[in-house]
């Protein structure tokens, strides 16, 4: 059972322009959603959280959005940046689960320069 | 303020061994998980402590195990190993919030990449 779900396995941006990561989840009982940059062999990166009760929450550059009525949430980077190119997650943490977070598939972010 | 640690970053075993891995977390937390990453199966939860006490379970055999200490550091180790324990394991700490008004934060440390031969 995929309860968290990151349809598109790619995404090209040029450089300067909005990424825009989306993430579609099942279980309702999610409390806090995350979002993680990995490279290959190391570990994810935490980059920023958000609150079920919540819907937009922003740290800089990036900025998460929740739409609990249709279970969707998105990553907003702007401006892309080079670095930026890794593979992103999103994560659904369930407090009734306590620390468990289940990840999605991850899309991989490439910036074209 | 320093990051989630973990020891060794490298390990080769053979198969039947046993291996223990060991996380230090981020200073004042006090939930520590595990993950398992391999190509196929993606980060996988392996299981998650407490002030010392295992709080929840992945779906693992009962050749993985865990243990936390009153410092908050944590060991896994797996037992009589197969090739198929072959993956980066990952810990991870959180500031275990457990508002919905605050903020909840899990990061993770480097891995410990395993292999199995």
């Known amino acids: 059972d995929q309860q968290v779900k990151q349809n598109s396995p790619s995404l090209s941006v040029q450089e300067g322009r909005i990424s825009i990561l989306n993430c579609d989840y099942t279980n309702s009982m999610f409390d806090y959603f995350l979002w993680y940059k990995k490279y290959p062999a190391e570990g994810p990166t935490f980059l920023i959280s958000i609150s079920s009760i919540k819907d937009k929450n922003e740290d800089g550059r990036f900025t998460v959005f929740l739409n609990k009525s249709a279970k969707h949430l998105s990553l907003h980077i702007v401006p892309s940046q080079p670095g930026d190119s890794a593979v992103y997650f999103c994560?659904?943490?369930?407090?009734?689960?306590?620390?468990?977070?289940?990840f999605g598939t991850g899309t991989r972010l490439t910036i074209i320069p | 303020k320093a990051g989630v640690t973990q020891t060794p970053r490298y390990l080769i075993k053979t198969r039947g061994q046993q291996v223990t891995l060991s996380c230090s977390p981020i200073s004042g937390h006090r939930s520590v998980s595990w993950y398992q990453q391999t190509p196929g199966q993606g980060l996988q939860f392996l299981f998650e402590?407490?002030?010392?006490?295992?709080?929840n379970k992945g779906n693992f055999p009962g050749r993985f195990s865990g243990r936390q200490f009153s410092n908050s550091r944590s060991e896994m180790n797996v037992s009589t190993l197969e090739l198929g324990d072959s993956a980066l394991y990952l810990c991870?700490?959180?500031?275990?919030?457990?508002?919905?008004?605050?903020?909840?934060?899990?990061?993770f440390g480097p891995g410990t990449r395993l292999t199995v031969t």
């Open positions: 994560a659904g943490l369930s407090f009734f689960g306590n620390e468990k977070l289940t």
């Open positions: 402590y407490f002030s010392e006490t295992q709080r």
């Open positions: 991870a700490s959180s500031n275990a919030n457990l508002g919905l008004t605050g903020t909840y934060e899990q990061y």
